[in-house]
């Protein structure tokens, strides 16, 4: 059948899985304190929901599927998805998003699934710091989660980095200097001045030129490749093990060649992290609709996928659509 073309003649070819709104963590930009709302059990997609929107998405295109949250280790069972999921023809890349609290006992499991690459927020190499941005875990366990992502071959393992003014700016080298003897990819990505209210301060962002200004320091950086890199993009130092990334949303926008949709756990279809406005797939699910009803269910998200994003009036809480 036809594939999914938006508007703009952009191909969707990756769809990106929330699978709960639920966090350990509190990262200061992400979630209140008290949490949000939780979801109602009845009201998140089965992992057969789930599964049976990716099987019929592979039919129009999509071959790449990243399952995230909320925080994806926290839904119970989620290596079980990532099985069912893993054993679907046509699903070439498949990968995750976490905080990597959990990662350290969950990591074998996952692998062995047939999670094939990871990728791990980490604001802070201090502590403390950590702890005053996250609100809650420990630094030490997502050190130990990434030691063992490396060790189970999760490869390439990525370490994303929200990099916000007067908060964590000043770590950006130490950062940098771990794509030096591992084979870790650093991604550096611009703080987004939207979702939880009570954070999203437009003097948090940090540019990127003046990341890669910061970096000079340590040498020359040259292009580089890395699987699954997307809107990044991707250098190293001479010699380095892993590589640097950067990451736009502000100063440079991807959105001409966005090829994503977003499917949160409660089961709306968004064609864009900046949208107000996600299509109800789990209720038509649960009342017999099957393939084509589905597929245009997919059209109208992409009749609404706009051709930038833009700030202005949103709404987003990152942890629901899943960043
Ligand atoms: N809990 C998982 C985690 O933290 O990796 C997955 C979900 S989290 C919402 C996904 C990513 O979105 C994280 O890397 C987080 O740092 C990023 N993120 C959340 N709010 C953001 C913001 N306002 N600007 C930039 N990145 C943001
Ligand atoms: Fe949780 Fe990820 Fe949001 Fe942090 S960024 S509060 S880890 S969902």
Redesign the pocket.
């Given at each position: 059948m036809k594939g999914l073309i938006d508007r703009y003649n952009r191909k969707i070819t990756y769809l990106r899985i929330s699978v709960t709104d639920r966090?350990n963590?509190r990262?200061i930009?992400?979630m209140p304190l008290g949490g949000i709302k939780p979801l109602r059990h009845e009201d998140i997609l089965k992992f057969e929901e789930i599964e049976e929107i990716v099987r019929y998405s592979i039919d129009w295109g999509v071959d790449k599927v990243r399952i995230?949250?909320?925080?994806?280790l926290v839904r119970k069972g989620v290596v079980y998805l990532v099985e069912m999921l893993a054993h679907l023809k046509g699903i070439e890349d498949l990968s995750m998003?976490?905080?990597g609290i959990l990662l350290k006992g969950y990591a074998k499991d996952l692998k062995n699934a047939g999670l094939q690459r990871i990728?791990?927020?980490l604001?802070s190499l201090d502590a403390n710091k950590f702890h005053r941005i996250a609100k809650a875990g420990r630094l030490s366990l997502v050190l130990d989660g990434i030691e063992e992502a490396l060790k189970r071959g999760l490869e390439p393992v990525k370490i994303?980095v929200?990099v916000m003014k007067g908060i964590n700016d000043d770590e950006v080298l130490d950062f940098a200097k771990m794509s030096r003897d591992r084979p870790l990819h650093i991604r550096f990505?611009?703080?987004?001045?939207?979702?939880y209210k009570g954070f999203?301060k437009e003097d948090r962002f940090f540019p990127t030129s003046q990341i890669e200004e910061r970096l000079r320091e340590l040498g020359e950086l040259i292009p580089a490749e890395v699987r699954g890199a997307g809107p990044a993009k991707s250098f190293k130092f001479k010699k380095s093990l892993g590589t640097i990334g950067f990451i736009t949303?502000m100063s440079e926008h991807f959105c001409a060649t966005c090829n994503r949709l977003r499917l949160t756990a409660d089961g709306k279809l968004y064609p864009c992290l900046f949208s107000d406005y996600g299509v109800d797939i789990k209720t038509p699910l649960r009342t017999g609709a099957g393939y084509r009803e589905i597929k245009e269910l997919f059209e109208e998200a992409l009749k609404n996928k706009p051709e930038k994003h833009s700030l202005k009036g949103n709404n987003q809480v990152?942890?629901k659509i899943?960043?």
């Open positions: 966090c963590l990262c930009y992400c995230t949250g909320g925080e994806p998003t976490t905080n990728n791990i927020s604001d994303n929200v990505i611009e703080y987004m001045p939207f979702g999203a949303p990152m942890s899943g960043g």
